[in-house]
Each structure stands twice: as structure tokens, then as C-alpha cells.
């Protein structure tokens, strides 16, 4: 990883308030011309800083209303079990995000799904199956008080 000075930093952060905008208005933004700023970009991207680009979307728009978050915690806590867990977490489409823990539980999940019947066809056709698994915890998010994907500044 690149060691990101100040203006790297800008272009990262004004990149995720705004991932469409053009070189030429980036550059406006972060006091550079459109040059020396396409080349930091370039290399802001080869190296690894920026991983790539998105679009936001709602998500009950998109058809997937119910956001829960799940708590798991394995039986053991072995490399082919961990190893088999992550690889399956990987290939579910409605877990969008799986965060390994300290704590009471292993891995915190971020899953979308259309209803209630559709969280409980997760639980039952996708982790049962995985098998390891002792505890699931499930908590429903009833509403966001806040989503960023823009970093604070550093300095």
C-alpha cells in the first residue's frame, strides 16, 4: 500500500462524494490541473488505493426492503472450518458484507433480502447448510440515521 499524502487524499475523498465526476472537475477540486491529476488517479488506482468504483442504489427501490444484521459464531475454530465459512460467505449474493470480529461472535453480516419469508429461506437454505455454525443472532435495521462511504479526513 501507498503511503497517500494530502492530495491523494482529496482525490480519494472527492471521488467517493462523487464517482462520475470528470478529471476536469476533479482537478478543480483538488487544486491540481487536469494532468498531474489524471496521473495520481492512474496511480492511486494501480497501486491498489482505489479499488474500484460503484454505484449506490436503494435498496428497497431495488426490491430488497429488509437489511438485517447477523451475528455468527462457529463450533470450532479450525482452518478448514473458518477457510469453508468465508469461501461459502463469499458466494451468497445476500450477505453484501461479512466482517470476522472480536467478541461474542466470530463474523457480523450484512444481509438484504425481500421479506421476512426471504430472510428465513436465507437462514434455512443458505447457512444451515454451511454447517459448523452454533449460533445465529439476528438484528432487524428498522431505519438509518446515517450511511457514508467518504472517509473522514486525516490531517
Known sequence: MPNLDATDRKIIRALQKNGRMTNLDLAAEVNLSPSPCLRRLRLLEKSGAITGYSVDVDAKAYGLPVTVMVRISLERHN????????????????????????????????????????????????LHPIGGISSIDTSFVYGVVKRTHVFPDVG
Open 79 to 126: 482452518e478448514d472450518l473458518v477457510r469453508h465459512f468465508e469461501a461459502q460467505m463469499k458466494s451468497i449474493p445476500e450477505v453484501l458484507e461479512c466482517f470476522v470480529m472480536t467478541g461474542l461472535s466470530d463474523y457480523l453480516l450484512r444481509v438484504v433480502v425481500s421479506d421476512l419469508e426471504g430472510y428465513e429461506r436465507f437462514v434455512r437454505d443458505r
